[in-house]
Nanobody, 122 residues
Framework: QVQLVESGGGLVQTGGSLRLSCAAS????????MGWFRQAPGKEREFVAA????????SYTNSVKGRFTISRYNAKNTVYLQMNSLKPEDTAVYYC???????????????WGQGTQVTVSS
């Protein structure tokens, strides 16, 4: 059983930056692919980025390419999401998730955190 705890969300102005962290415990972190998803009010949860267990492979949704960077530090059981050039449409609750493969599919992740709110003001 893996527990995931996100942190680093907050309120930022358009064009600003935030770095989200997701700390894992209770499992072998380095064996999991990790993903970041987000959910805005009234919308479905959507894929943002994912990274393989080794960090050698990453995947991003088109709307964040060039602005967001996913990374991981297995020695600290932590995955990060660096978010730059933030836009109001990035406002959402951001969730990290652990699974067996790098995928954009919500249904293929086994463990989820509780989420952290990111609000981008215009």
């Amino acid at each position: 059983q893996v527990q995931l705890v996100e942190s680093g969300g907050g309120l930022v102005q358009t064009g600003g930056s935030l770095r989200l962290s997701c700390a894992a415990s209770g499992g072998t972190f380095s064996s999991y692919a990790m993903g970041w998803f987000r959910q805005a009010p009234g919308k479905e949860r959507e894929f943002v980025a994912a990274i393989s267990w080794s960090g050698s492979r990453t995947s991003y949704t088109n709307s964040v390419k060039g602005r967001f960077t996913i990374s991981r530090y297995n020695a600290k059981n932590t995955v990060y999401l660096q978010m730059n050039s933030l836009k109001p449409e990035d406002t959402a609750v951001y969730y990290c998730a652990a699974g067996s493969v790098v995928t954009s599919s919500v249904n293929l992740y086994d463990y989820w955190g509780q989420g952290t709110q990111v609000t981008v003001s215009s």
